[in-house]
C-alpha cells in the first residue's frame, strides 16, 4: 500500500479519486485497464499531474462509482489544467521518489551523454513519454524494473 500522507494534501477531486480506489480495493493496474489507459498515466492523474479528458471522467465515474460533481473541478469543462509536481520538495524526502532523484543525480551526466552519442545534441522528452514499472523475480532477489521512453527531440539551429 502506499503511503496516504501525501494524498491529503491533493485537491479534494484528487482526494476522493483514491478514496473511491481504496474502497473498491483497486490498483492502479485495475483502473487502467477499465478505462482503457496505461497505469503510469492514471497513477499520475491521480495525483494531479495528467488532465482528464471527459471521456475519463465519464469511465472513472464509471468505474469508481463515484458522483460527477465531485470531480467536476478537475474536468476539462472547467478549464483545468495540471500544476505538475507543484507540491513536491527538494530533494525529496520520501526515500522512494528520493532514490529516483540519485539516481538521476549518479547516472544523468551519462545518460545525458549517451543519448548525445546515439542520437545527436538534443533530450529525450518528458511530453511525448510513456512509462512503464515491472516487477522481475530471479536468483539474486526481486527487482524493480522501470522503462522510460521519450521521444528525441533534437536541438534546432535557427
Excluded at 491521480?46 to 469511465?59: K, Q, V, W
Excluded at 547516472?107 to 552519442?117: P, R
Excluded at 523475480?137 to 521521444?151: F, S
Aim: proline share 6%; hydrophobic share 45%.
Amino acid at each position: 500500500m502506499a503511503d496516504l500522507s501525501y494524498i491529503s494534501t491533493l485537491p479534494s477531486a484528487n482526494q476522493i479519486l483514491f478514496q473511491a480506489k481504496i474502497a473498491k480495493k483497486y490498483t492502479f493496474a485495475d483502473v487502467a485497464e477499465k478505462i482503457g489507459r496505461s497505469e503510469t498515466w492514471v497513477a499520475a492523474a491521480f495525483y494531479g499531474n495528467m488532465p482528464l479528458a471527459e471521456e475519463d471522467i465519464s469511465a472513472l465515474v464509471k468505474v469508481l462509482d463515484i458522483d460527477p460533481a465531485a470531480i467536476e473541478s478537475i474536468s476539462p469543462s472547467v478549464n483545468f489544467q495540471p500544476d505538475r509536481a507543484a507540491k513536491m520538495e527538494m530533494p525529496p524526502h520520501d526515500p522512494t521518489i528520493y532514490r529516483l532523484y540519485e539516481i538521476v543525480l549518479v547516472y544523468g551526466y551519462a545518460f545525458k551523454s549517451i543519448i548525445a552519442e546515439k542520437f545527436g545534441d538534443g533530450i529525450m522528452s518528458a511530453i511525448c513519454f510513456t512509462s512503464k514499472i515491472d516487477k522481475e523475480v530471479d536468483a539474486e532477489g526481486t527487482w524493480v524494473k522501470i522503462t522510460l521512453r521519450g521521444k528525441f527531440l533534437p536541438y534546432i539551429k535557427y
